[in-house]
């Protein structure tokens, strides 16, 4: 079904632009480990891996979404290594997101080297499932370029969701952190504090060939959890809702990212009741059929495309330490990975060895597409669209998951888990690299001043 809002009646002009899509299965094995648990069985839904490449606009522009916990270090350089091999472009013209369904696959393939090196268990860092998908999405991504088909038109909407995210932290009168409203909350008292600082909008950005859809990119910021830990790999509510809108809209693909949802939750609208993923489910369906009945469609060309890269050096969390890290890997192997040490040592000696880290933007006329590392906090996302009202500005976060949550510098201040040693790998001067970036990424060096506010 197309948008009901009909395309501008101008000819496009001539344009060599293309669309091609890929999609392959990336569910785990029954057996094998997910981030907290091994598999039992297959679900009703399959994780997905999904992309596409726009061709005409340069070298080849390869976006991708797979339904995992996170992809970092080596695995997220793997990534972008073979679609970009398979494409016939740069590993930075390349970005590639976690949704961040918990109840799923991690991939860290320094984390394992470090762990197989040591002589221990690499568990859920165990590799050999992970580049099996990376192999398939390879070989997709190669065979839909013969399947390439011209992309004419451009459609943007958004649409408002309704009792989905909420604000994690809870601040008290002191501006400290004082609760935190997990992905499930039980406590009433914390589901009845307001909702907080949040984005509720959904981004919905769309590829057309004449009158037909080709590809539908939805955006939106939150933790995707309802419940996890059931040994079942699932897509959880958004990508519930993605079926949902495939099915709607089944000629073309649908692709999600999840925006900068590091501080934000479900846990406002969600108590533990498994009937609630489909309760959220059908809210963010609701607003993506919303947002694409609102579309507004008008001709693309290749001039009108193009893709800009900042290469960053994110700051190292102060707390970290290879030495101390490499010395509880020694003396304790099995507890270091499990609380994380081999993730925290990966990302660690990355960053120390100049590994920096690469921001993308895609430009699609009117519209700016970010794409960012780790857990970022709604800010960011926040004063992106602030920051320039005039575009259509939609995040992707979950790129790099190296550096686990980013916060605001304010919020390293306030305390609370997700600025804790236990879940950011960086300092709080992460805020003014990451703006900097993401102001000149924005075209201008726009102020990005507003995000701590």
Same mark, same amino acid.
């Given at each position: 079904?197309?948008?009901?809002?009909?395309?501008?009646?101008?000819?496009?002009?001539?344009?060599? $632009?293309?669309?091609?899509?890929?999609?392959?299965?990336?569910?785990?094995?029954?057996?094998?480990?997910?981030?907290?648990?091994?598999?039992? #069985?297959?679900?009703?839904?399959?994780?997905?891996?999904?992309?596409?490449?726009? $061709?005409?606009?340069?070298?080849? /522009?390869?976006?991708?979404?797979?339904?995992?916990?996170?992809?970092?270090?080596?695995?997220?350089?793997?990534?972008?290594?073979?679609?970009?091999?398979?494409?016939?472009?740069?590993?930075?013209?390349?970005?590639?997101?976690?949704?961040?369904?918990?109840?799923?696959?991690?991939?860290?393939?320094?984390?394992?080297?470090?762990?197989?090196? =040591?002589?221990?268990?690499?568990?859920?860092?165990?590799?050999?499932?992970?580049?099996?998908?990376?192999?398939? !999405?390879?070989?997709?991504?190669?065979? %839909?370029?013969?399947?390439?088909?011209?992309?004419?038109?451009?459609?943007?909407?958004?649409?408002?969701?309704?009792?989905?995210?909420?604000?994690?932290? /809870?601040?008290?009168?002191?501006?400290?952190?004082?609760?935190?409203? *997990?992905?499930?909350? #039980?406590?009433? &008292?914390?589901?009845?504090?307001?909702?907080?600082?949040?984005?509720?909008?959904?981004?919905?950005?769309?590829? *057309?060939?004449?009158?037909?859809?080709?590809?539908?990119?939805?955006?939106? %910021?939150?933790?995707?959890?309802?419940?996890?830990?059931?040994?079942?790999?699932?897509?959880?509510?958004?990508?519930?809702?993605?079926?949902?809108?495939? !099915?709607?809209?089944?000629? &073309?693909?649908? /692709?999600?990212?999840?925006?900068?949802?590091?501080?934000?939750?479900?846990?406002?609208?969600?108590?533990?009741?498994?009937?609630?993923?489909?309760?959220?489910?059908?809210?963010?369906?609701?607003?993506?059929?919303?947002?694409?009945?609102?579309?507004?469609?008008?001709?693309? %060309?290749?001039?009108?495309?193009?893709?800009?890269?900042?290469?960053?050096?994110?700051?190292?969390?102060?707390?970290?330490?290879?030495?101390?890290?490499?010395?509880?890997?020694?003396?304790?192997?099995?507890?270091?990975?499990?609380?994380?040490?081999?993730?925290?040592?990966?990302?660690?000696?990355?960053?120390?060895?100049?590994?920096?880290?690469? /921001?993308?933007?895609?430009?699609?006329?009117?519209?700016?597409?970010?794409?960012?590392?780790?857990?970022?906090?709604?800010?960011?996302?926040?004063?992106?669209?602030?920051?320039?009202?005039?575009?259509?500005?939609?995040?992707?976060?979950?790129?790099?998951?190296?550096?686990?949550?980013?916060?605001?510098?304010?919020?390293?201040?306030?305390?609370?888990?997700?600025?804790?040693? =236990?879940?950011?790998?960086?300092?709080?001067?992460?805020?003014?690299?990451?703006?900097?970036?993401?102001?000149?990424?924005?075209?201008?060096?726009?102020?990005?001043?507003?995000?701590?506010?």
């Amino acid at each position: 079904m197309a948008a009901t809002q009909p395309a501008i009646e101008v000819e496009p002009a001539a344009s060599t $632009l293309r669309i091609a899509t890929f999609d392959v299965d990336a569910t785990p094995p029954v057996g094998s480990l997910m981030a907290y648990d091994p598999v039992k #069985h297959r679900g009703d839904l399959t994780l997905r891996a999904r992309g596409l490449v726009l $061709l005409g606009a340069g070298d080849p /522009i390869v976006l991708c979404a797979v339904d995992w916990i996170g992809i970092a270090n080596e695995g997220h350089d793997a990534f972008r290594q073979a679609l970009a091999q398979a494409t016939g472009t740069s590993p930075q013209r390349v970005a590639v997101h976690a949704v961040h369904q918990h109840d799923a696959p991690y991939c860290d393939f320094t984390a394992e080297r470090i762990l197989k090196d =040591a002589a221990a268990d690499p568990a859920e860092f165990e590799g050999t499932f992970q580049r099996q998908v990376i192999a398939d !999405l390879a070989l997709a991504a190669a065979k %839909a370029l013969a399947q390439a088909q011209p992309c004419t038109h451009l459609g943007l909407g958004e649409a408002r969701v309704d009792q989905v995210a909420s604000n994690r932290r /809870i601040l008290g009168p002191d501006g400290k952190v004082r609760a935190t409203r *997990w992905t499930a909350t #039980h406590d009433p &008292a914390i589901r009845a504090e307001p909702e907080g600082i949040i984005d509720p909008m959904v981004s919905v950005v769309s590829l *057309w060939n004449q009158d037909q859809p080709v590809a539908v990119l939805s955006c939106y %910021a939150t933790h995707p959890q309802s419940y996890y830990r059931t040994g079942i790999p699932d897509p959880d509510f958004p990508g519930l809702a993605r079926f949902l809108r495939q !099915l709607a809209v089944p000629e &073309a693909l649908h /692709i999600h990212f999840t925006g900068a949802g590091g501080n934000l939750g479900a846990g406002k609208y969600n108590d533990g009741a498994r009937t609630n993923r489909l309760v959220l489910a059908e809210r963010l369906a609701e607003a993506m059929r919303r947002a694409w009945e609102t579309t507004q469609r008008q001709p693309i %060309a290749a001039d009108q495309v193009s893709w800009s890269t900042e290469t960053v050096a994110l700051p190292p969390a102060k707390h970290l330490s290879i030495a101390t890290l490499e010395t509880e890997l020694k003396e304790r192997a099995s507890a270091f990975r499990t609380e994380g040490g081999a993730a925290r040592l990966a990302w660690l000696r990355r960053t120390e060895a100049g590994q920096a880290t690469d /921001i993308g933007c895609l430009s699609l006329g009117r519209a700016r597409l970010l794409h960012l590392p780790g857990e970022l906090f709604v800010e960011y996302q926040l004063a992106a669209k602030a920051a320039r009202p005039d575009l259509f500005v939609a995040v992707a976060a979950y790129g790099d998951y190296g550096p686990w949550y980013i916060g605001t510098a304010a919020a390293y201040e306030e305390g609370g888990y997700e600025t804790s040693p =236990a879940a950011s790998n960086v300092a709080p001067e992460v805020e003014s690299v990451l703006t900097a970036a993401i102001g000149r990424l924005l075209h201008g060096n726009v102020n990005l001043k507003s995000i701590t506010h």
